[in-house]
């Protein structure tokens, strides 16, 4: 299994407008093969923060979303509304002691 952590920040003007795309993006990819989890969190500490907690069953449906037709539609629409880049950490979960 592939975890992916993807944390924003988005501008303050923009967090109405990323908010109704991320929902719209995250409908889709929920449909997509291997997909088992696309949960999209608002930080407590500060609410133009956002966090996307992914769950994939391979890396290989995971590369496969990244060219998911919606995805290019979702990044076209959400790069001019952050205020910096987004963060991606991509974790798996084999060959490693489980704490």
Same mark, same amino acid.
């Given at each position: 299994m592939i975890y992916v952590v993807a944390t924003t920040q988005v501008k303050p003007e923009s967090?109405? *407008? $990323?908010?109704a795309g991320a929902?719209?993006?995250i409908a889709? +990819?929920?449909?997509?093969?291997?997909?088992? *989890? $696309?949960?999209?969190?608002?930080s407590i500490n500060d609410?133009? +923060?956002?966090?996307v907690v992914e769950r994939w069953e391979t890396r290989e449906d995971l590369n496969a979303h990244a060219r998911a037709p919606h995805m290019k539609v979702w990044?076209?629409?959400?790069?001019?509304?952050?205020?910096?880049p987004t963060v991606i950490e991509i974790i798996s979960d084999?060959?490693?002691?489980k704490f």
């Open positions: 967090r109405d *407008a $990323y908010i929902k719209a993006c889709e +990819t929920r449909k997509e093969k291997g997909c088992i *989890a $696309y949960e999209n969190h608002i609410p133009n +923060t956002f966090v990044r076209e629409l959400s790069t001019p509304l952050k205020a910096s084999g060959k490693v002691e």
